[in-house]
């Protein structure tokens, strides 16, 4: 099964084949919010087109589906000629099904219900070694933040220290930008779900956050209260402050 290689300098590339419509979608929001190109399929039916019509990087498959299982299907590509790296899901935990994983050709086998952020690192470790790279560097109102050198700098290149939960932070805020996040999910992701914090550090940073931006009234970007719920990175028009 030959597929066209992607272009030079692409994004790296994701098919996520999983029948469960939610895991779908939202398997699919997270990675694009990561910075992958990202494509989905239901069942192995609809994902064959898909790897006839170009080469990923990773896909990212489901045991259980209808139909053809993700054991089977893997073989199959394999015999097939497809080299992509393949991180296998599901529910079962057992050391004879993650073996049968390996056995049908994945690098990798993560069981259900995953943590967000393990499954995102194992992902990035995956493209790493199929040869392409996750986006390091967000560009936003003049600033970079350069999510391998953990650095963040305003366009003259003068850097802007920041603790590492407030770059953690600001990076979690642009990642998900234009969302409604609550402040649960940002101390589960920033903070981590084992730590207890009060909910209300997080006005603590994000004004911190603020004040090291130079944030004004004028600036091209802001972070937005949301009463009762948490906050929202707005970019460009839209972060008028209201």
């Known amino acids: 099964m030959n597929a066209p290689s992607s272009p030079p300098n692409a994004r ?6 999983e029948d469960d419509a939610n895991l779908r979608i939202g398997l699919r929001d997270n990675l694009q919010d990561e910075g992958y190109e990202v494509a989905v ?8 087109p898909l790897l006839r019509a170009r080469t990923y990087d990773l896909l990212i498959l489901d045991v259980m589906l209808p139909g ?18 393949v991180l296998m899901l599901t529910a079962r935990s057992l050391e004879d099904d993650i073996v049968r994983g390996f056995d049908a050709g994945a690098q990798d086998y993560l069981t259900k219900p995953y943590r967000l952020r393990e499954l995102l690192a194992r992902v990035g470790a995956l493209v790493r070694r199929a040869g ?6 967000m560009s936003f109102a003049g600033f970079s933040l350069d999510l391998g050198k953990r650095a963040l700098s305003r366009a003259d ?22 969302r409604a996040l ?20 997080v006005d603590n940073f994000v004004s911190n956050l603020k004040k090291k931006l130079g944030w ?12 009762g719920v948490g906050y929202r990175m707005e970019l460009g028009s839209a972060a008028q402050e209201r």
């Not at 850097?159 to 990642?175: H, M, N």
């Not at 004004?216 to 009463?227: C, K, L």
């Open 182 to 201: 609550p402040r649960g999910e940002i101390l589960d992701a920033v903070w981590g779900r084992d730590v207890i914090v009060d909910p209300r550090t």
């Open 12 to 17: 790296p590339s994701i098919l996520v084949v």
């Open 41 to 48: 399929a239901s069942h192995t039916q609809e994902a064959e």
């Open 157 to 178: 290149g003068s850097v802007i220290d920041l603790t590492r939960t407030e770059f953690d932070l600001l990076a979690f805020l642009l990642k998900h930008r234009d």
């Open 68 to 85: 053809e299982d993700g054991y089977s299907f893997c073989r199959r590509l394999r015999a097939g000629g497809v080299q992509s790296m």
């Open 216 to 227: 004004t009234s004028a600036s091209s970007f802001t972070i937005h209260t949301i009463r």
């Open 132 to 137: 392409g790279a996750p986006p390091t560097v």
